[in-house]
């Protein structure tokens, strides 16, 4: 029975510091270079057994007989974490390094990572980081327990008060978590290692944990398969070259083998020509004849039209039927659509799926999903919604851009973010600003509140009709509105409203514009008056009080003017 290096991720909320526990395992400065210290994009990194041996003394000293070959380890950027690297029947990763801050504690993106955890059942340790942070925290001693005990009074009881709030937080998702030291049964409780990024203090005891768990209760999972099974990453190109960037998560992978890769249309078979595995605590490659499991690598196949990043890829042995039977499954279980929503793109299947259990959580309809650029035929889709479902013309783009070809957006809103949950974010506040606006722009079909400043310096025609300047100081004026003075009487209907010598059909708050107004006679009617208002019905006024909060200050004070003038003329109550 051969047994596979375990797959571990690593996540948690955006800054709580993913990479550099990574990185201190490590010993890498990967997070310096990240924009804004966000991972962007997945890496991985091969740990042999070697370099556990050798990273981590405490193996040896507690007597832990190594059989596993080492571990490859996942960075995963956002929180959308390890629903980006999928295959069938959960996460990719066997193991997952969940990593709090311990002066933040849970915050929803973390709170996202526990369920995603929960609902793939996937096994998983707490890294408590940033420890060296709390005030007056020391590193008296390389012994992690013995640490903690000997820190001062104060630094103490601050960590005993944080430890003991993040546990009763794990408390109320159904996780009964501990410090390590103190379990004795691991299948009952989660392992609380504390830890520092920075000064590396319990980095050894969350590497010793990993063997630990990994040897006690995986070892049926890490056996290694027959067939090649792997997750597409990413289609990169290098000096000419196009390579396919994956993981190989079991079975053995040579040159010149034949892979089935799954795509949305049938599957693409390929030969493979050519195979490089991620050295070991290494962003390098080197050639090789054949891979075992569990490995990062990059292969160069004979066909490269289509192939999509997060497509999981199999060994073909003439065995189609079975292969798409298989695909089907897995690539469509979790791209369920609605028959109305909006339009999202990612940049790979495993974003896509993560978009999607993340948008449907926040009750956000989907009718179209797809891979890759967005493109003319996703503006048109959210173009249909215009008219008929305005709060869902919107194209979602999670790292990807828009397609050069697209020269008409047509007004379509297209939101992009490299994080998810800032995309969904923007998307809520997006849509509660369209809900606004429609329900506005719907009491406003009723009437228009405007109060409009006479400028009497500009008159171009005394009458038939009047032309006359005006600013308009509150609200909106429309043609065809009915304007009343400051007396309550009737002035007219505005037949016209010209900006820059041009007609429009509407004025808002602050724009200077000319309008024309028949049946009165500026000098007779206007001379003496500063304001205008609209003439609205009783009716019309009760419809504005009970939506008041969709009314600026200004248009609620043109309202209360409005309806002292009516009341003075004995027309409201």
């Known amino acids: 029975m051969t047994i596979r290096q375990p797959i571990v991720t690593v996540a948690g909320h955006v800054d709580h510091g993913k990479t550099s526990i990574l990185d201190a395992i490590r010993c890498s400065c990967v997070a310096e270079g990240e924009a804004g210290n966000i991972t962007q994009k997945i890496s991985f990194t091969l740990f042999t057994c070697e370099h556990l041996m050798k990273s981590c003394p405490l193996i040896e000293k507690n007597k832990i007989a190594l059989e596993i070959p080492g571990f490859l380890f996942i960075d995963t950027p956002g929180h959308a974490a390890f629903n980006n690297l999928r295959k069938r029947g959960g996460s990719l990763a066997d193991l997952a390094i969940l990593v709090i801050d311990i002066n933040e504690g849970i915050k929803p993106q973390t709170a996202e990572v526990i369920q995603i955890l929960k609902s793939n059942k996937t096994p998983f340790i707490i890294a408590l980081n940033k420890i060296d942070r709390l005030r007056g925290w020391n590193k008296i001693s390389e012994n992690l327990n013995e640490n903690i005990e000997r820190q001062p009074l104060h630094v103490k009881q601050e960590f005993d008060e944080k430890l003991y709030t993040l546990m009763s937080a794990l408390n109320s998702y159904g996780f009964d978590a501990e410090l390590y030291f103190k379990i004795t049964d691991f299948t009952k409780k989660i392992a609380l290692i504390p830890c520092s990024a920075r000064t590396k203090e319990g980095i050894p005891e969350l590497l010793m944990m990993l063997c630990g768990l990994s040897q006690k209760f995986l070892k049926e999972q890490l056996t290694l398969g027959e067939k090649a099974k792997g997750v597409i990453l990413e289609i990169k190109k290098e000096k000419a070259m196009n390579f396919i960037e994956a993981i190989l998560y079991d079975g053995t992978l040579k040159v010149n083998d034949e892979i089935a890769i799954a795509s949305f249309d049938k599957p693409i078979i390929a030969k493979v020509k050519m195979i490089q595995e991620i050295l070991p605590l290494s962003t390098k490659f080197a050639p090789k004849e054949f891979v075992s499991a569990a490995s990062g690598i990059r292969m160069q196949i004979s066909e490269k039209e289509d192939i999509l990043p997060g497509m999981p890829f199999i060994s073909f042995n003439n065995n189609i039927e079975e292969i798409i039977k298989e695909f089907k499954k897995e690539v469509s279980e979790n791209i369920v659509l609605d028959k109305s929503g909006v339009i999202i793109k990612a940049d790979s299947l495993g974003s896509l799926e993560a978009m999607i259990t993340l948008l449907k959580q926040s009750n956000v309809q989907i009718v179209k999903a797809g891979i890759g650029q967005i493109n003319k035929s996703d503006i048109l889709a959210a173009r249909a919604n215009l008219e008929i479902d305005p709060i869902n013309a919107i194209v979602l ?172 003329k004995g027309e409201f109550n």
């Open 397 to 568: 783009g999670f790292n990807v851009e828009v397609d050069e070809e697209v020269k008409d957006t047509y007004g379509i809103k297209i939101m992009k973010e490299e994080v998810v949950y800032k995309l969904i974010e923007n998307l809520q506040k997006f849509r509660e600003e369209k809900v606004r606006e429609i329900e506005r722009n719907r009491l406003m079909e009723l009437s228009k509140i405007v109060k409009v400043e006479i400028l009497s310096q500009y008159v171009f025609r005394n009458s038939n009709p009047a032309i006359f300047g005006v600013r308009v100081a509150a609200g909106s004026l429309i043609v065809g509105q009915e304007l009343i003075d400051e007396k309550g009487e009737i002035i007219g209907r505005v037949k016209n409203v010209q900006a820059d010598k041009k007609s429009v059909e509407e004025a808002n708050q602050g724009m200077e514009v000319a309008i024309s107004v028949p049946g009165i006679t500026f000098d007779r009617h206007l001379k003496d008056v500063k304001y205008l208002y609209s003439n609205i019905t009783e009716k019309q006024l009760k419809k504005f009080k009970e939506n008041k909060d969709l009314l600026s200050s200004d248009e609620l004070s043109a309202l209360q003017k409005i309806v002292e003038i009516k009341q003075a």
